[in-house]
């Protein structure tokens, strides 16, 4: 693992922790770095980290792939929206990584733009390959070519990530650089 070294003091990272005041949610492609980015961002930001798929296969005692066999993609959407809802509720110090439809549902975008702050991770299709190549646990991706299927729902997707007050683009290259980037579209936020 990379360790980030910030273009922003520690001084400087705790005054944009203390003035962010509610969660940061990290939305995005599958593959573009929200878990990884996530983490590092937390620790700089001396935050707790969570990972909604994670506690959305803890709920359901049962994985992604096989919600999505058993119950489908309407039934998992549903799911995410009241684990999401529920990370959200107190409003504490976290840096949450949802899974990449999330942000297209819109009851689920609506409570994440009301209770957090929205930062949307983008990358090209070619890293966004590279990266979901290297795990087998991606339902969307199992009934034709990664390639098309990821530059098909980037393109549809697109439209809801966009409202996300904060653009980040995630490229090739450790992820210290997309994690400063993040740091620099909060501050400039707020």
């Known amino acids: 693992?990379?360790?980030?070294?910030?273009?922003?003091?520690?001084?400087?990272?705790?005054?944009?922790?203390e003035r962010i005041?509610?969660?940061?949610?990290?939305?995005?492609?599958?593959?573009?770095?929200?878990?990884s980015v996530g983490k590092r961002l937390a620790g700089l930001?001396?935050?707790?980290?969570?990972?909604?798929?994670?506690?959305?296969e803890r709920s359901a005692r049962m994985a992604i792939p096989e919600i999505?066999?058993?119950?489908?993609?309407?039934?998992?959407?549903?799911?995410?929206r009241r684990v999401i809802a529920r990370l959200l509720e107190d409003g504490s110090p976290t840096v949450i990584a949802t899974g990449g439809g999330a942000f297209c549902n819109p009851a689920t975008?609506?409570?994440?733009?009301?209770?957090?702050?929205?930062v949307w991770l983008d990358s090209d299709v070619d890293t966004l390959?590279?990266?979901?190549?290297?795990?087998?646990?991606?339902?969307?991706l199992r009934?034709?070519?990664?390639?098309?299927?990821?530059?098909?729902?980037?393109?549809?997707?697109?439209?809801?990530?966009s409202q996300a007050p904060i653009h980040v683009v995630s490229?090739?290259?450790?992820?210290?650089?997309?994690?400063n980037r993040v740091l620099e579209g909060i501050a400039q936020w707020l």
Do not use: C
């Open 21 to 35: 005041g509610r969660p940061v949610v990290l939305v995005g492609m599958m593959g573009v770095g929200k878990s």
């Open 1 to 17: 693992m990379d360790v980030p070294q910030p273009r922003f003091s520690d001084q400087e990272i705790a005054r944009i922790a």
């Open 109 to 118: 975008r609506q409570l994440i733009l009301e209770r957090a702050v929205a």
């Open 68 to 80: 999505f066999d058993t119950y489908g993609e309407g039934y998992f959407r549903d799911g995410e």
């Open 143 to 161: 009934d034709g070519d990664p390639r098309e299927i990821l530059a098909k729902l980037r393109n549809e997707r697109a439209p809801a990530y």
């Open 171 to 179: 490229a090739n290259g450790p992820h210290t650089q997309t994690v």
């Open 45 to 56: 930001l001396h935050w707790n980290f969570i990972d909604a798929d994670d506690e959305i």
């Open 129 to 140: 390959v590279e990266r979901t190549a290297r795990k087998d646990n991606r339902p969307l």
